[in-house]
């Protein structure tokens, strides 16, 4: 699903640019009548083109990491798409200063065309990876370096192929009359393919915990108190900050397969450890990315608004479905788990 999201928004916003550009040389080409234009027209199309790919990327992005989160989603997407459109028109004009100072020298179309690329496909994945970073909570981590070094790295790497497939389709079909709605549909979906690659996530499936789960405060002592845990030391928090308890809003990483069940309970040793519940509410399976949940205690887990029985069949467990787990002696009171399976970025 990622593959298709990211390539089809890279082709349809490389065309969507394209045909703007063309409406504005030709426009451009009225206003001074029968002489060429008096520049280069790639300083029109470079930077369009780039600008709405770029766009395209971001996005892209900031959906595919938040599948779930439609609104929050509009609300920052504005200020993230200007700055995109900015960095796309940025790498279009360098872009295009650089293919008539090649021009000028005599290099050959074809490796003005490589060159101009990879450095579109370059500032392309810069922004997508650094504007991932400033919206994630990974982003002081180390993982944020490495996304962007990997996102801008793929987008050089896509620049440069998009530009040897474009050499190459139009020597074997002829078809050089569209060359250019031809090389830039090609740029977009070699870009999207290769972003899609590029920020595929490092984990697949987490529990994000919800209601129930207060925030502890680090300054006041509560010793005494029993906070909920993670016992598994395959069990960690997305974060990759250093926190003791499970707190509202934290995302526990699971791993990509189990040899054992997880269990969750009130047990000490249970593997995430949730006071008040029974000692062994229920266990997760994960095999081949397929999570499956067991109940171990009567009417005490809850999928969605169903309650488990006791010793049923294991139910396996579908995205953004929310876990409710009762208190052993008392129904009104609850911690809940939001399930992901597609996880990128929730807390993005």
């Given at each position: 699903m990622r593959f298709y999201f990211y390539t089809t928004s890279g082709i349809v916003c490389a065309l969507i640019g394209w045909s703007f550009s063309q409406i504005l040389l030709i426009d451009m080409a009225k206003i001074f009548g029968a002489k060429s234009l008096p520049f280069n027209p790639d300083f029109i199309l470079l930077p369009i083109v780039a600008a709405c790919l770029a766009a395209a990327m971001?996005?892209?992005?900031?959906?595919?990491?938040?599948?779930?989160?439609?609104?929050s989603n509009?609300?920052?997407?504005?200020?993230?798409?200007?700055?995109?459109?900015?960095?796309?028109t940025v790498a279009g004009l360098i872009a295009a200063c650089l293919t008539w100072i090649l021009y000028q020298t005599g290099a050959p179309a074809w490796l003005v065309r490589i060159i101009c690329w990879s450095l579109v496909g370059l500032f392309i994945g810069l922004g997508e990876g650094v504007s991932w970073r400033l919206r994630s909570i990974e982003g002081g981590t180390r993982k944020a370096i490495e996304r962007i070094q990997r996102a801008t790295v793929f987008g050089v790497g896509a620049g440069f192929v998009a530009a040897i497939l474009v050499e190459v389709i139009l020597r074997i079909s002829g078809l050089e009359r569209y060359k250019d709605p031809l090389g830039f549909m090609i740029l977009?979906?070699?870009?999207?393919?290769s972003l899609s690659f590029a920020t595929s996530p490092t984990y697949q499936v987490a529990l994000r915990a919800g209601e129930g789960f207060e925030a502890v405060?680090?300054?006041?002592?509560?010793s005494d108190r029993l906070h909920p845990r993670l016992n598994n030391p395959d069990l960690q928090f997305v974060t990759g900050d250093h926190y003791e308890f499970i707190e509202e809003g934290l995302s526990i990483q699971l791993p990509a397969a189990t040899t054992k069940p997880i269990i969750i309970g009130s047990s000490l040793d249970a593997d995430i450890y949730i006071p008040d519940i029974p000692e062994k509410a229920a266990s997760f399976e994960i095999k081949n990315r397929h999570v499956t949940l067991a109940c171990l205690a009567e009417k005490k887990v809850q999928i969605q608004s169903r309650l488990l029985l006791q010793n049923a069949r294991s139910t396996p467990l579908r995205h953004n479905q929310i876990l409710t787990f009762y208190h052993a002696g008392n129904e009104d009171k609850y911690y809940r788990f939001v399930f992901y399976d597609r996880f990128l970025d929730p807390q993005a």
């Open positions: 971001v996005t892209t992005e900031i959906f595919l990491s938040n599948p779930t989160r439609y609104k509009r609300r920052v997407l504005p200020r993230y798409l200007w700055a995109a459109l900015g960095i796309g977009g979906l070699s870009l999207g393919l405060d680090p300054n006041y002592d509560d």
